[in-house]
């Protein structure tokens, strides 16, 4: 029996159609990746209980149920942000039994991309001609410009405002700016709509709030990397975005350096980093924190050399930076417009975007080595700040590698990872902790052994360990 006898389907698989007997409980990423490339292109149809040559094969009530509730448990696990889909039961009868194909139907997301989840690793794919494929970073960058997405801080929420619950908003609103903040400028910006019901950002700021959606991590590095130095001290913090900034800004200036110019009645305190730039840096690490992003965190890295602030996300206009100088001619487009418009008002920053501008300004006067600099790709964006203190300037190492072959998956990471072992071996250990995953089968399968394959990597022993560096002959 076909399913073009229940249903008007005769075409095979296609861009928008997929088919399958059974979802594999043992090799999910078969089919959950589908589900990313459908939410991530023009949505599509999976119909389960269907062959490839459109025979059925269906389930009964009770298998058709179990296999529904696999589907969503699977997907309510491994996709981030959740796609939007419907599932509906086709009934059928064959040899007097009732079977039933099910038809799921997924929606082309709002919110792009869509990534498959999996021991720490974030893979977006893309449905194309009938299969799907991992999404090139010109795709996600694509997707990223042309999402209909909505900010997450001006989501609605069902929890009222009450102003019990804000006090340290309202007390620091009143130390820095000597006025009472009421309650119909906080309805103006949107802060609460006219019912008093709290958006997602407005959450964000209450006294009580130590979710995962402020998580900060706070390292000092005796050297000048993850890898292979020692941690000096580590502070996570998960609290109100108020205290987030105290936090902040006091363990970076509790741990940097005091370097100092002797005059003739004494001496000049130089701090390693100006304090109008580590406020600026601060601050637009919230604001262009892309909040869908789950199990993240804003990571502040002092190193000897320099400092990095990096925020969950790219920047929210989806433009890809490979290390630029010239902060002035960056788009500074802002994601989260609801908790901008608090910290505009609490004076943490100004309503013309001038951040990257001031950040400019502090270092005008310094030499190239000590020129501050920005990232962004299609995960991160980090914003680098040199240690005045340290005579050297930082460490160039840095080389654009952007390499689109149609048979390495995982490009987001492939590039970081080939990146990162350009100059020098490094440890798997090493890798896994410049990618921020932790290192598992997956990883070593699916992403570093198609790169040592195709010779990209090359894989040495050190010890009795495995190390790896890029092959310069192969990438350039």
């Excluded at 340290?390 to 492939?414: A, H, K, M, R, W």
Aim: with cysteine; proline share 3%; charged share 30%.
């Amino acid at each position: 029996m076909k399913l073009s006898e229940i249903k008007k389907v005769d075409s095979l698989e296609d861009e928008t159609i997929e088919f399958k007997a059974k979802l594999n409980r043992d090799n999910f990423e078969s089919w959950i990746k589908t589900i990313s490339g459908f939410s991530n292109a023009k949505g599509g149809t999976i119909y389960l209980g269907v062959r490839d040559d459109l025979t059925l094969e269906g389930f009964t009530r009770d298998e058709a149920d179990k296999e529904r509730n696999f589907f969503n448990n699977s997907v309510n696990q491994f996709l981030v942000p959740l796609p939007q889909y419907t599932i509906s039961f086709l009934k059928y009868i064959v040899n007097s039994k009732t079977r039933y194909v099910i038809k799921i139907i997924i929606l082309e997301s709002k919110l792009k991309p869509v990534y498959v989840k999996y021991k720490g690793v974030y893979s977006a794919f893309i449905r194309k001609q009938g299969y799907t494929s991992s999404a090139s970073p010109s795709e996600i960058y694509d997707m990223v410009i042309k999402s209909k997405k909505y900010e997450f801080d001006v989501l609605p929420t069902n929890i009222k405002y009450d102003k019990d619950e804000f006090k340290k908003l309202h007390f620091c609103y009143s130390e820095r700016t000597g006025k009472e903040l009421n309650d119909k400028e906080l309805e103006v910006i949107g802060f609460f709509d006219k019912d008093r019901y709290l958006k997602q950002g407005a959450l964000l700021f209450k006294d009580d709030y130590n979710g995962e959606k402020t998580a900060i991590s706070c390292n000092v590095f005796q050297g000048f990397n993850k890898g292979d130095d020692r941690i000096i001290t580590s502070d996570d913090i998960k609290t109100n975005i108020l205290d987030s900034i105290t936090f902040s800004l006091s363990f970076i200036k509790r741990n940097m350096n005091i370097g100092m110019i002797k005059t003739d009645d004494g001496r000049i305190d130089v701090p390693a980093y100006p304090s109008r730039s580590l406020i600026e840096g601060v601050v637009n690490s919230i604001v262009q924190r892309d909040y869908y992003i789950e199990n993240s965190q804003i990571s502040i890295d002092i190193f000897r050399d320099r400092l990095e602030i990096t925020s969950p996300g790219p920047l929210a206009s989806g433009e890809l930076i490979n290390k630029n100088y010239d902060l002035t001619h960056i788009i500074s487009e802002r994601r989260n417009k609801l908790i901008s418009e608090v910290l505009v008002r609490l004076k943490y920053m100004e309503a013309k975007s001038t951040g990257f501008d001031k950040i400019a300004m502090d270092y005008k006067e310094q030499s190239n080595k000590h020129k501050p600099f920005v990232f962004s790709d299609s995960r991160q964006f980090t914003l680098t700040l040199p240690d005045l203190t340290y005579q050297d300037g930082v460490e160039n190492t840095f080389s654009n590698i952007n390499l689109l072959p149609s048979n390495i998956q995982n490009l987001q990471y492939s590039n970081t990872i080939l990146n990162f072992c350009l100059n020098r071996q490094r440890s798997i250990k090493e890798i896994c902790l410049h990618l921020s995953i932790s290192d598992s089968t997956y990883f070593r399968r699916n992403i570093l052994e198609p790169l040592v394959k195709e010779q990209y990597l090359i894989c040495s022993k050190q010890g009795n360990k495995k190390v790896y560096i890029t092959n310069k002959d192969k990438v350039f």
